[in-house]
């Protein structure tokens, strides 16, 4: 699973998104259209702009951008980014490669097998889409009026 510190990432670069050319948006901004801690949100935007893919600006007028454009920036980059990998189990990872504890050998493991291809079909995934993209929400529907 995506953990929260992730999620945010996405929810605000998508904000950002949204604003793209606007000029900075200000993190009380981001913080309540986004319903994110404000302080959790600062934390997660300083990483976004070490790694380049925000900019800030202080001050009265100053706030938070961009610093590519949405078309520039996959979803793929984010997970990457705030998770280490997109691989499910640590076995299967390319970045974060782990041998995982009281597991059969890796060449005769089929989960390995099985959750290597997840993580490519993810990754392809992932890496197919922009910011620029547009998703739509999906509504929530009661397993049991299914």
């Known amino acids: 699973m995506l953990s929260q510190k992730t999620r945010y990432a996405i ?5 950002l998104a949204d604003h793209y050319g606007d000029g900075p948006v200000q993190l009380g901004e981001i913080a ?13 935007l300083s990483e976004l702009g070490r790694s380049d893919l925000v900019e800030s600006q202080r001050g009265r007028d100053g706030g938070y951008w961009l610093a590519a ?4 920036i996959t979803y793929g980059d ?10 499910l ?16 050998s890796e060449n005769e493991c089929r989960l390995r097998a ?3 291809q997840v ?19 999906v509504p ?7």
Request: charged share 25%.
């Open 119 to 137: 993580r490519d079909q993810t990754a392809g995934l992932l890496d197919a889409i922009r910011l620029s993209d547009p998703i739509a929400p």
């Open 140 to 146: 929530h529907f009661d397993d049991a009026s299914t």
């Open 69 to 72: 454009a949405p078309e520039e």
């Open 32 to 44: 309540e259209a986004q319903k994110i801690p404000a302080k959790f949100l600062t934390t997660i």
């Open 11 to 15: 929810r605000a670069m998508q904000h």
């Open 89 to 104: 189990v640590p076995c299967a990872s390319r970045n974060a490669h782990e041998k995982c504890t009281n597991c059969l």
């Open 78 to 87: 984010l997970v990457r980014l705030m998770r280490g990998s997109v691989a």
């Open 114 to 116: 099985l959750m290597l």
